[in-house]
């Protein structure tokens, strides 16, 4: 088993900066996540795709975090970053790690909180 872990989450004021992390661990051996991102959730609504990254090094953003918003892989392996900058209260919501295999297969953490107040 792939288990997930974030961190990072909390309460910053709007305009402020948070930085999220996930760590992946397991009993697997040498596994690499093809692609790991970052998804959020807010209260009433579905699940959204924040960022991703490709083990290359290629990144995807959704269009109201770009130029805020920076994901990066890790040194470590399966580690992904999201570095958030001028935090709008939009932003509010619980963010998930997601790492995806080759074969499609997908884990997701557990989720972290993040609130942005005005």
């Known amino acids: 088993q792939v288990q997930l872990v974030e961190s990072g989450g909390g309460l910053v004021q709007a305009g402020g900066s948070l930085r999220l992390s996930c760590a992946a661990s397991?009993?697997?051996?040498?596994?690499?996540?093809?692609?790991m991102g970052w998804y959020r959730q807010a209260p009433g609504k579905q699940r959204e795709l924040v960022a991703t990254?490709?083990?290359?090094?290629?990144?995807n953003y959704q269009d109201s975090v770009k130029g805020r918003f920076t994901i990066s892989r890790g040194n470590a392996k399966n580690t992904v970053y999201l570095q958030m900058n001028s935090l709008k209260v939009e932003d509010t919501a619980v963010y998930y790690c997601?790492?995806?295999?080759?074969?499609?297969?997908?884990?997701w953490g557990q989720g972290t909180q993040v609130i942005v107040s005005s």
């Open positions: 397991g009993s697997i051996v040498s596994f690499r996540f093809i692609t």
């Open positions: 990254s490709t083990s290359g090094g290629i990144a």
């Open positions: 997601k790492g995806s295999f080759l074969s499609g297969t997908s884990y």
